[in-house]
């Protein structure tokens, strides 16, 4: 007997089932589309603030880079652009993660919330090795003096980035989100970089003012730390997220937790196995119960359907839930 229900119809002489057991059903079911459609509200809505913010800093970075003669700025201007066709991919990979299950993807989509979160981290690295590039060839050339509005938009930068990271990973956290967190991640190297670049805006700002012309280099070495900052943030967040597109049991605390849950649930007699996996950034969980062998089809129908609705109502993240109803047996203790 599955809990899918093709064996749950019983024909006559049905009792009706526990009033704790469908009560408990009742409230865990209701709980579930309100909850995950306005956490995927939300999730939608931060990708979007992302996206807006990042467009708004690449352009402000870039013009002002290009007026004020920093090499940090127009560096940090590059990141900001990576960041722009990152979240692009991010609300692609939401938006495709959250279809629902068909034919060809019985167990969903939500791998491609990962793919989406690779796609950001090999942008991450392309970008960063191209600063790398830019900031090394600048030693070569005549070296240009920054302006203080470059350093103003760089601690600026550095204000916004910190204050968007803080709020999308919290965001991501509560939603379990890769993809969200692996933009606040890249938020957070969009700090460091803002950072780097302000104090090597800075230093060559107090080398002019001291008329020391070595300091004039601090510009582009702080380009080239940023480049570096980059090209690390992504490679974390690619070994990450290639890592999580294989499926991985949950850990043992939390297969506990399900197993405690699943046996709570009035009627099951004893969790027989419990087995729990990732599936992108959602939970499988496979459940055998087992019950009175007297009572009815339907009422272990319902039973089962009550472990899988307790689960998930306890664990947003457990996209299903099959539970397997066996008859209790004392002798298999």
Avoid: C
């Avoid at 057991?21 to 809505?45: G, H, I, L, M, N």
């Avoid at 603030?49 to 402000?60: K, Q, R």
């Avoid at 933009?183 to 800075?202: E, K, N, P, T």
Wanted: avoid cysteine; aromatic fraction near 6%.
């Amino acid at each position: 007997m599955t809990e899918d229900g093709s064996q749950a119809r019983s024909k006559s002489g049905v009792s009706g089932p526990d009033m704790k057991t469908a009560t408990a059903f009742r409230a865990a079911k209701a709980y579930e589309p309100a909850d995950r459609k306005s956490s995927d509200r939300t999730v939608t809505q931060m990708t979007w603030l992302s996206a807006i913010v990042n467009v708004l800093l690449t352009i402000v970075k870039a013009v002002v880079g290009t007026i004020a003669h920093s090499d940090a700025l127009i560096a940090d201007a590059a990141h900001s652009a990576s960041d722009v066709a990152g979240s692009v991919a991010v609300m692609i990979g939401l938006r495709v993660a959250r279809r629902p299950a068909d034919q060809d993807h019985p167990y969903g989509h939500g791998k491609a919330e990962f793919i989406a979160a690779s796609l950001v981290a090999i942008l991450l690295i392309l970008a960063g090795v191209d600063v790398v590039y830019n900031s090394v060839r600048q030693f070569f050339l005549p070296i240009a003096r920054p302006e203080w509005a470059a350093l103003l938009t760089a601690v600026g930068a550095v204000l916004v980035k910190e204050v968007l990271y803080r709020y999308q990973n919290m965001i991501g956290r509560k939603a379990h989100s890769p993809a969200l967190l692996a933009g606040a991640a890249d938020h957070r190297s969009d700090v460091y970089s803002s950072l780097l670049a302000s104090v090597g805006i800075g230093i060559a700002l107090i080398g002019q003012g001291l008329h020391v012309h070595a300091l004039f280099y601090a510009d582009p070495i702080a380009g080239l730390f940023v480049a570096l900052v980059v090209v690390r943030m992504g490679y974390k967040m690619a070994d990450e997220s290639f890592r999580n597109l294989l499926d991985q049991v949950l850990d043992s605390e939390t297969t506990a937790s399900l197993n405690g849950f699943a046996s709570a649930v009035p009627g099951v007699l004893r969790v027989d196995d419990l087995r729990a996996r990732t599936n992108g950034s959602y939970w499988m969980v496979d459940v055998e119960v087992s019950v009175d062998p007297e009572m009815s089809v339907l009422e272990g129908h319902q039973i089962a359907r009550t472990v899988k609705w307790a689960i998930i109502g306890e664990y947003p993240q457990v996209r299903d839930v099959l539970v397997h109803v066996n008859p209790f047996m004392q002798e298999d203790d």
